[in-house]
């Protein structure tokens, strides 16, 4: 996983500072309503969905269990 400064990751720059935090923090899952923006940070160790799209994963796994 990159570490640091790893620009330019996303078509919109100010969305890179969002990518590096969800690096830095090694999470695993990173939420936005523009999902667009993050294609090619997609395989960096993260899931990127939309708020609802993560939800109604969570409510199937619920209702799975």
């Known amino acids: 996983i990159p570490r ?3 620009r330019p ?3 919109d ?3 890179d500072l969002v990518v ?3 690096l830095a923090g090694q999470a695993a ?3 936005t309503f523009n999902t667009r ?3 090619t940070a997609r395989g960096l ?3 990127i969905a939309t708020p609802g799209a993560a939800l109604a994963r969570y ?3 619920l209702e799975e269990s």
Do not use: K, M, S, Y
């Open 59 to 61: 409510r199937n796994e």
């Open 9 to 11: 990751l996303t078509r």
């Open 4 to 6: 640091g400064r790893i």
């Open 20 to 22: 590096e935090a969800a």
């Open 37 to 39: 923006d993050f294609v």
């Open 13 to 15: 720059p100010d969305d």
């Open 29 to 31: 899952l990173l939420l």
């Open 45 to 47: 160790g993260f899931e």
